[in-house]
């Protein structure tokens, strides 16, 4: 597997600024031959999308480690119970992770009820007319959005520019009083899908969001409505999205997917109503 880089040398010149840059080269597992002198000096571990996870084992070879600081967003996968045992900070770039990820919600949500998502693949067959019928718009459309997280949040304030549109929220975890301070309303997930143009799930990945959304719900979306899962891939029942999306009834926009990556026979990856991207909402 390529090795990827998550920093630039710009990114560490600005490290560098502030620190000392011990080797620009990362280490992708803890059994690196260079992980142990690095680690025996290191005050600072700066990590990344991919960083294995730092173990206790990895904490007795860093004496000096006070900060880990993750450019990403989740630290769910890096962080584990030795870390806070051994009271070191941790950052994490979830906070600025959000603005790209809502972005690109937007950029989901208004595209495909224009049906642009959609039409690329029509507009593309030399045999068919040129508009495929008659063009909508997203005046009017109702949105649910499935979580009011640091991407939930920012997402209901972009929406907000278009007044046009009708936003409601489903959480658990925030009041209808919250809600309506955020400017949408508070729904049941049930009430919140019934006649829905789109879905968006902004939900964190948990024992108990492990397919929140499933067959009832996306049976009571709209025909033609759009599901956009930029979250976690098994928040939404997979089996069912999929046989919904085989039926040609909904759409979706699946930045995430369960399992992720797809297998190379998924049917998902050739249904001219499903647009996948490999989990890059994020930057």
């Not at 960083?51 to 070879?61: N, Y």
């Not at 480690?65 to 890096?78: E, R, S």
């Not at 051994?86 to 600025?96: H, P, Q």
């Not at 008659?134 to 649910?144: A, L, Q």
Request: charged share 20%.
């Amino acid at each position: 597997m390529p090795q990827i880089r998550g920093f630039t040398d710009a990114d560490l010149d600005r490290v560098g600024a502030v620190g000392t840059v011990l080797d620009r080269v990362p280490i992708s597992a803890w059994n690196d031959s260079r992980a142990d002198a690095l680690l025996a000096v290191a005050d600072v571990v700066l990590a990344h999308w991919g960083c294995p996870a730092i173990e206790a084992t990895v904490l007795d070879r860093a004496p000096n480690l006070g900060l880990i600081a993750y450019a990403a967003g989740n630290v769910k996968t890096v962080v584990t119970d030795a870390v806070w045992t051994r009271e070191i900070r941790v950052t994490s770039g979830a906070v600025a992770n959000a603005e790209p990820v809502a972005e690109f919600t937007i950029a989901a949500i208004l595209w495909a009820n224009k049906d642009a998502l959609w039409r690329r693949v029509h507009a593309g067959q030399p045999d068919q007319p040129t508009t495929g019928g008659v063009p909508r718009g997203n005046y009017g459309k109702t949105i649910g959005l499935v979580g009011a997280s640091l991407v939930g949040r920012r997402v209901i304030e972009l929406l907000a520019l278009f007044p046009d549109l009708d936003v409601t929220l489903y959480d658990p975890f925030v009041t209808s009083e919250e809600a309506a301070e955020l400017g949408v309303v508070k729904l049941e997930l049930d009430e919140l899908c019934a006649g829905y143009d789109v879905l968006s799930v902004h939900a964190p990945l948990l024992a108990s969001t492990i397919g929140l959304v499933g067959a009832p719900h996306l049976a009571a979306l709209r025909d033609g409505a759009t599901v956009i899962n930029t979250a976690r891939g098994p928040i939404i029942d997979h089996d069912a999205l999929t046989a919904e999306l085989i039926s040609g009834r909904l759409r979706a926009v699946l930045d995430v997917t369960d399992p992720e990556p797809l297998a190379d026979d998924s049917p998902l990856r050739s249904l001219s109503n499903v647009w996948l991207t490999p989990h890059l909402a994020g930057s």
